[in-house]
């Protein structure tokens, strides 16, 4: 099975500025990751899916890069609504599909 | 637009049975896999399940073989859940969760406002 490690668990940031979140897997998952967002109540949302591909009516601000086991979701200037919970997912090697433990962005 | 409407959650006592169904629309039914996605309380997501387009192919995270069995019906745009053998550890919010085109691989592009199980005595 591979394990997704993100990182920090909790960011602090203030509206407006860039937010970083790390995503490790411990296999090579090549580009087969994918990004949610979650806020309190909701089904998540499907953000970036092959490490670096937008979803259909996802804002720019929000990138993903990487490939093998680092990747990185970068929002480039916080808005209010995208305080929540951020999880990857690989699909490189399953069953099973496997989900990283969360980063909970929020506000500084 | 798609929707994904899941039902049939509730109490269920240790060692009980249910059926969740997800009643899809907004998309053609027949020609995509299907997910089932956990969320405990407070906790993380879990994948729990996927089925193939044509219910061919059929996948189970270790925790729930045995136990638990996907299956859909494409004439009714329906995808259900049997769980059998329920243990306090299944209990989680269930979202059923549409795969995209298999051409771009295997997550979650779409998903359901989730049913609720509780599994407690």
């Known amino acids: ?108 | 637009q798609v929707q994904l409407v899941e039902s049939g959650g509730g109490v269920v006592q240790p060692g009980g049975s249910l059926r969740l169904s997800c009643a899809a629309s907004g998309f053609t039914f027949s020609t995509y896999g299907m997910h089932w996605v956990r969320q405990a309380p407070g906790k993380g997501l879990e994948w729990v399940t996927f089925i193939g387009y044509d219910g061919s192919d059929k996948y189970y995270t270790d925790s729930v073989k045995g136990r638990f069995t996907i299956s859909r019906d494409n004439s009714k745009h329906t995808l259900y859940l049997q769980m059998n053998g329920l243990r306090a550890e299944d209990t989680a919010v269930y979202y059923c969760a549409k795969n995209p085109p298999y051409s771009r691989g295997y997550h979650f592009d779409y998903w359901g406002q989730g049913t609720l199980v509780t599994v407690s005595s």
Do not use: H
């Open chain 1, 1 to 108: 099975e591979i394990v997704m490690t993100q990182s920090p668990a909790t960011l602090s940031v203030s509206p407006g500025e860039r937010a970083t979140l790390s995503c490790r897997a411990s296999q090579n998952v090549i580009s087969n990751l994918a990004w949610y967002q979650q806020k309190p109540g909701q089904a998540p949302r499907l953000l970036i899916y092959g490490a670096s591909t937008r979803a259909t009516g996802i804002p720019a601000r929000f990138s993903g890069s990487g490939s093998g086991t680092e990747f990185t979701l970068t929002i480039s200037s916080l808005q209010s609504e995208d305080f929540a919970v951020y999880y990857c997912q690989q699909y490189s090697k399953w069953p099973p599909i496997t989900f990283g433990q969360g980063t909970r962005l929020e506000i500084k």
